[in-house]
């Protein structure tokens, strides 16, 4: 599961859970981005990358890599998947994101290496009706999660505005955010 990550939420954790168990994965693996082509994290990849941590520490089939935290560079799907297709012998990938980042998906790097490399999943909001694209020689589909009525955007607005996310974020990273003083804007 790719993402920013910037903070994780609770409507990350049930999505991973939904896409799970509908297609039956064995592990789910979060993978918070590096430094994306396409935008500034507002927070440290360390801080991301922890976050996620405690977040997913208690599901033993959640786990969290640092392979686009600890390559230098841009992060590209293309060179992830490849990674952790070597790292995990004739596994079968799913890549799961949201759908928003999914619908662009024609945009991203090496399409003709990543079609081969895993199926596509997109999660997506109530109510966000969106189409992935067409693609002959891609496996796409998408899945609509309530719970991800959270977003982060929403979750940074809220900490900056000095309100609660208590139950919109696990009760650790509300812990961790606080303790570290993320997202009030002197970070
Ligand atoms: P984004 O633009 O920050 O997010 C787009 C939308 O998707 C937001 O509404 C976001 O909600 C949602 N979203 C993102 N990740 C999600 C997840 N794991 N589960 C549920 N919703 C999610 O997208 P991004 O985080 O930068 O990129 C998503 C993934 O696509 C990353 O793994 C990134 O590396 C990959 N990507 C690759 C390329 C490329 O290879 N060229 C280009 C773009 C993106 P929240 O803000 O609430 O998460």
Known sequence: MGGTFDPIHNGHLVAASEVADAFALDEVIFVPTGEPWHKNPVMSAEH???MTVIATAANPRFTVSRVEIDRPGTTYTVDTLTQIAKDHPGADLFFISGADAIAQILAWKDLDKLWPLATFIGVTR???KLQLPEVPEASMSILEVPALAISSSDVRDRIS????????VP???VQYIGKHKLYRGEN
Request: without cysteine; proline residues 12%.
């Open 161 to 168: 505005d000095g309100k609660p996310v208590w139950y919109l």
């Open 48 to 50: 991301r990358y922890l």
């Open 126 to 128: 109530p109510g966000h």
């Open 171 to 173: 009760d650790g990273v």
